[in-house]
C-alpha cells in the first residue's frame, strides 16, 4: 500500500525508443510495485494474428483474437525485460522485432480491438502498485493514475538507441531505415483516432534526448516521493 492506503499507478507513456520500457521496469523494482507493459500485449496481438492468418485490418477477428487471447507476462527476467507468454510458450523475443512492432501498431489503430484489451490493462491495479509503460496509459486506461509521465527523445537519438540494441543482439541494423521506421510508427500511432499517442493533461514532460537512464530513472523516482508514492 502507498500512504493513501490504495494501489497507486504511475503511467510511463510516449513515443517508441523513448526508453519506457526500461525506466517503467526499474521505477516498479525500485517502488516493488508490478509491471504492465501494454505495448507487449498489441505486438503478442499481432503475432497471433499472423499465425492464424487473420488480416492486421480484419477488425472483427482481431477483437474475437483480443477477447481470448492466452497471453500471460512471466516473473522471470530476461535481458528483453519481464517474460512474456503467448499460450504458455515463451515470446519474448519474437514480438521484439521490427516486424512485430509494426504488426502491434497496426492492430492497435482499431478502436474494436482497444476496447477489447481495456479491462485486462486495467486489471493490473493492484496493491501495492502498478508502473504501467504505454502510449495511453494516462489518457484513457488509468487517467486517475497519482503521476504520469511523458517520456520523449528526438526520433534521431530512439533510432540510435534501437540501433545500439540490435547491434548488440547481433542482429543487422541500418540507422536511417529505423529513423524512419520510428518516424513512420509515430506518424501512426499519433494521428489515429482512438486514443492517440499524446500527453494527459496532466502528464510531467521528461525529454530525455541528452539524459543517460540513470538520471531519468532519479528524475522519476523523485517525482514519486514528491507525491508520496514511496511509503509502503
Ligand atoms: O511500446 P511498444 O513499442 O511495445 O508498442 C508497440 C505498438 O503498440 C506501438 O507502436 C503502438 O502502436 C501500440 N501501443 C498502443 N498503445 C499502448 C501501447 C502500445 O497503441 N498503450
Request: without cysteine; aromatic residues 4%.
Amino acid at each position: 500500500m502507498n500512504q493513501h492506503g490504495s494501489s497507486g499507478v504511475i503511467t510511463i507513456d510516449g513515443p517508441g525508443g523513448a526508453g519506457k520500457g526500461t525506466i517503467s521496469l526499474a521505477v516498479a523494482n525500485r517502488l516493488g510495485w508490478d509491471y504492465l507493459d501494454s505495448g507487449a500485449l498489441y505486438r503478442v496481438l499481432g503475432l497471433a494474428a499472423a499465425r492464424k492468418q487473420i488480416a492486421l485490418d480484419n477488425e472483427l477477428l482481431l477483437v474475437e483474437e483480443a477477447a481470448s487471447l492466452g497471453v500471460s507476462f512471466g516473473t522471470g527476467r530476461s535481458g528483453l525485460g519481464v517474460e512474456v507468454l503467448l499460450d504458455g510458450e515463451d515470446v519474448t523475443s519474437s514480438i521484439r522485432t521490427e516486424t512485430a512492432g509494426d504488426a502491434a501498431s497496426k492492430v492497435a489503430a482499431l478502436p474494436a480491438v482497444r476496447a477489447a484489451l481495456l479491462q485486462r490493462q486495467r486489471d493490473f491495479e493492484q496493491p501495492p502498485g502498478v508502473v504501467a509503460d504505454g502510449r495511453d496509459m494516462g489518457t484513457t486506461v488509468f487517467p486517475g493514475a497519482a503521476l504520469k509521465i511523458f517520456l520523449t527523445a528526438s526520433a534521431e537519438e530512439r533510432a540510435k538507441r534501437r540501433y545500439k540494441q540490435l547491434i548488440e543482439k547481433g542482429d543487422d541494423a541500418n540507422i536511417r531505415a529505423l529513423k524512419s521506421e520510428i518516424e513512420e510508427r509515430d506518424r501512426r500511432d499519433s494521428e489515429r483516432s482512438t486514443s492517440p499517442l499524446r500527453p494527459a493533461e496532466d502528464a510531467v514532460m521528461l525529454d530525455t534526448t541528452e539524459m543517460d537512464i540513470e538520471s531519468v530513472i532519479t528524475a522519476v523516482m523523485g517525482l514519486a516521493t514528491e507525491r508520496g508514492l514511496m511509503v509502503r
